[in-house]
């Protein structure tokens, strides 16, 4: 183990990630073609793109990376990962462990160490208080039971999630999803102040030991109470539950609330009775879509609509530009700025104006305040919305049924 020897004397850096990335062997089968760092939106910026990082392992002269912050450039969009020929896990693997090492170094934005540091605290990034999750419910009009306090068993537990619990845009679509369950019968109930952030953003900003500390604590929780399934309008606590938790033994099946919509499609279309006359396009969330393949289903949610007209984005499926709110990229928006001068939620919002969109529809809590912030940016009218699939529903439907 030379390299990692030379990296101690160097910067005196802890074994274990290092180790861990030099001696993987998914890394050796790169055959430095260049496509991740071609598909990276920021792989412009980036001083050491995956395929940098694996060139410079390569050739002996791994300790340079850490030399450079730009992988905090990194929003984990999975672009990488599901372009790579070789199919190496770059997002999650890779990428998180290098900001893993750079968190151990103490070489992490100020932003995104807040945002972790609440999550330790308070269990949610945003650093409010848990006593608030459940807040929302009183703006829903449908009462909302909550496990505990209300229940201790129901059909559907409901992983509400940080941002749709407490952010003020976000939760919006939170209430429309209650009311659209309500609609539908559906035996529900959420965790309220039991309820910790999944931490998948946290992991894969690096932070390893936080994201398994929150699992653990969510673990408990879900074990507390008797449900069939959990659903969740977000599409990072999705990702965790469906395919991290399992890994600590934290198993059930889980939906996000388009998939479960969608099979529940037939029951839902009677209630659609009013048109909402709009040209939408809709963004695939980065981990709804690429991570986790759930294209169709928001899709033909959004096509039930009467009088709404489907258009697809130049960047769409598979392809989709990231908002670059996943993965930390909602904590690092400052220090990306810096670096690069525009956003990613700005690319997005510019595809869809040139498409003379009135409508963007998102499945995803993260984006909503992302994108509405990058209208103001980038067009200075208010002729593109913002509306989650929930939200286009239930206008649909009709506040009053
Ligand atoms: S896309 Fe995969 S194979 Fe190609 S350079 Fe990147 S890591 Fe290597
Ligand atoms: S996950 Fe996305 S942002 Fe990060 S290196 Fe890969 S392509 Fe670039």
């Not at 020897?5 to 861990?20: C, Y």
């Not at 099946?253 to 279309?269: A, M, N, W």
Request: some cysteine.
């Amino acid at each position: 183990m030379l390299e990692a020897r030379s990296l101690n004397q160097l910067s005196g850096m802890p074994d274990e990630v290092v180790s861990s990335i030099i001696t993987d062997p998914a890394l050796r089968s790169c055959i430095q073609c260049g496509t991740c760092g071609g598909v990276c939106p920021f792989g412009y910026l980036m001083d050491y793109p995956p395929v940098r990082v694996i060139a410079a392992l390569r050739a002996d002269v791994f300790s340079k990376v850490f030399t450079s912050d730009t992988i905090w450039m990194c929003v984990a969009c999975s672009m990488c990962s599901t372009s790579c020929p070789a199919q190496i896990p770059l997002t999650a693997d890779l990428m998180s462990r290098l900001k893993e090492e750079m968190i151990l170094q103490g070489s992490v934005p100020e932003e995104l160490q807040t945002a972790l540091e609440n999550s330790q605290r308070y269990g949610n990034p945003l650093g409010e208080a848990s006593r608030k999750r459940a807040d929302w419910t009183r703006g829903a009009g449908v009462p909302v039971p909550i496990f505990g306090k209300d229940v201790t068993q129901a059909d559907v537990l409901w992983f509400v999630g940080d941002y749709a619990s407490y952010h003020p845009r976000a939760l919006r679509a939170s209430q429309a999803l209650a009311r659209l369950l309500r609609l539908l019968n559906v035996d529900f109930a959420i965790l309220g102040n039991e309820e910790s952030s999944d931490g998948d953003s946290q992991r894969l900003a690096g932070e390893h030991g936080l994201f398994e500390l929150l699992a653990e604590k969510n673990g408990r929780v879900f074990k507390k109470y008797k449900f069939k399934q959990i659903i969740t309008t977000d599409p990072h606590a999705f990702n965790a539950l469906k395919n991290e938790y399992p890994l600590a033994g934290i198993s059930y099946p889980v939906q996000h609330s388009t998939q479960f919509l969608y099979e529940r499609i037939d029951q839902l279309k009677p209630f659609l009775r009013r048109e909402v006359k709009a040209r939408v396009v809709y963004h695939d969330p980065c981990y709804l879509g690429r991570a986790n393949g759930i294209y169709e289903e928001p899709r033909a949610l959004l096509k039930a609509i009467p009088g709404l007209t489907l258009v697809e984005l130049p960047h769409h499926h598979k392809t989709s530009l990231c908002c670059g709110g996943g993965g930390g990229g909602m904590w690092l928006d400052g220090f990306q700025w810096e670096k690069s001068h525009t956003r990613l939620s700005e690319w997005c919002v510019q595809e869809a104006l040139q498409l003379k969109a009135g409508v963007m529809a998102i499945a995803c809590p993260y984006e909503t305040p992302r994108f509405e912030d990058a209208i103001k940016i980038v067009s200075h009218t208010d002729g593109l919305a913002i509306k989650d699939v929930c939200e286009l529903l239930l206008e649909s439907v009709g506040t009053e049924s």
